[in-house]
Structures are given as C-alpha cells and as structure tokens.
C-alpha cells in the first residue's frame, strides 16, 4: 500500500521513528538545508532512521535526484540540534530540515550534481510555497550552528536557488585589494558595527566589539553561505558590503538601522 507524502512532487516514503511533537502555537516558517556528511546515501538513511541516532529529517535527497520523506511535515523532526535564529533557540518546531547527499567536508567534499539540485529546487519551492516562508528563511545548517556545523557549505549552488526564487539572495561584492580588514583579536567600534548587522541578519552574535571566536565562526558560516569565493573568518570590504546589500534588500530594513 503506497503512502502519500506532503509534497506535491515526486518522492517516496521511507518512514524514520526519530520525530516529536512540535511545540505549541509554533509555526513552520524555516527551511534548514544540511548534507548528509557521510561516506554514502545508504549510510546516511540508515542513520536518519536508526532509533539509536536520535537524528532525522524531513526529507533526503539522493544524488541522482531522488527524494525520500523520512518525517511527516506535521511532525518535528531532529535535525538542527543546538541552534539560533532571529531570537528562536527551538529551530526544529519551527522548521522542515532538509538533508542532501554529501560526503561533505570530513569524506570528500564535492560539488552537487545537477539532478540533485534541480530536485532540490523543486523540493524548496513546493515547501516554501506551502508553507509561505520568506526567502531570508531558507538557510544553511551553518547558519543556525556556526559553532558546530560547516553543512551543507561553500560549494552548495545558492545562486542557481535564488535563479528559480529560492532564498535570499545578492550576488557577492567582488574582492578586492582593500585595507578595510576585521579579524580575529581587534576590537573597537568596526567590530560593533559588523557584529550589529550580523545579528540583525538573524545570527546569533553578542555586540561586544571584540572579534572573539565565536564572530570568526559567524562570519565564516556567512561566508560559507554568501560569499563563498573565500571562507576565511576575516570581516574584509567584500564581506561587509555583501552582507549590507543583503541586509539593505529585506524589506524590514533601513540604513541607518543597521550601519550606524
């Protein structure tokens, strides 16, 4: 007897026991992208499915484009772990996760296939439209968990997402020979500066003006998701201004609210 999924596209179920019950009065307004980060697909089904891993997700995408539902959109999925959005520490209530074959970074990283991602693609517009989440909330696994999380990385094609209307999205200011440079171990009110307009993105930063360890790994995750031609911690002028175009482009804000 065949199972019909949430989606409207083409997928299959392929149940996982790993789910509860989202919490209260809380929307489905996110959409958490991860890869697998495992040797293979098989590997990673098993482990999304496996009571013991306490580890699921919504979907899972194969790299020849097949899509399986492991967890009903009703149901809360686990797969952001500790993370942090705009002020929301529950990011699994409010999310549908997202997870994509990928050896990642730690067995091989390497870029998506095209049928992967043009599943992907019609996977994201299906749920958002559903849903009606807003493009800025389609995010990185690293966006919500800077600290522990690298998933699913720079060479994740956000352009070719925000071509089909998926996500939020500018196309990266150039880099460029400029002295404007941040790094960790400075302090001072350029710092505050960067660390405010991070946090206004949604990430979860304090504004202290000091480039501790923990601004390095948020800049790094926004690099990794934003401009992504150098993920290297360091807040320089392409960095800063890609991130003011993007902020500059939601509609919720204004200049002088977020680069003062």
Excluded at 106 to 124: H, N
Excluded at 125 to 137: G, L, N, S, T, Y
Excluded at 201 to 208: A, N, Q
Excluded at 247 to 259: K, T
Aim: glycine share 8%; charged share 25%.
């Amino acid at each position: 007897m065949s199972v019909a999924t949430d989606t409207g596209i083409k997928a299959k179920v392929h149940p996982s026991p790993n789910h509860g019950q989202r919490a209260s009065g809380a929307p489905i307004d996110m959409v958490i992208v991860h890869y697998t980060g495992m040797e293979t697909g098989r590997d990673a089904l098993q482990r999304l499915c496996d009571p013991r891993s306490e580890v699921s997700a919504h979907y899972l995408i194969e790299e020849d484009g097949s899509i399986l539902q492991c967890v009903p959109e009703a149901r809360r999925a686990w797969h952001a772990g500790r993370s942090f959005w705009k002020g929301e520490s529950d990011i699994n209530s409010r999310s549908i996760g997202i997870e994509i074959v990928n050896p990642g970074h730690e067995f091989g990283y390497r870029a998506f296939p095209d049928v992967q991602i043009e599943a992907v693609i019609a996977l994201l517009k299906d749920v958002c439209a559903r849903h009606a989440i807003e493009p800025w909330m389609v995010l990185a696994h690293s966006d919500i968990a800077p600290d522990r999380k690298e998933d699913p990385g720079e060479l994740f094609p956000w352009d070719r997402l925000a071509k089909a209307g998926i996500g939020h999205f500018v196309l990266p200011i150039p880099i460029s020979g400029s002295s404007v440079m941040m790094q960790e171990g400075e302090t001072g009110q350029p710092v505050e500066a960067v660390q405010s307009m991070l946090a206004l993105y949604g990430y979860d930063i304090e504004i202290t003006g000091d480039y501790d360890k923990r601004t390095r790994l948020v800049v790094t995750a926004f690099q990794r998701h934003f401009r992504p031609e150098r993920v290297d911690g360091i807040a320089d002028q392409s960095t800063i201004d890609t991130l003011y175009a993007l902020l500059n482009s939601m509609p919720v804000f204004s200049p002088e609210s977020g680069a003062s």
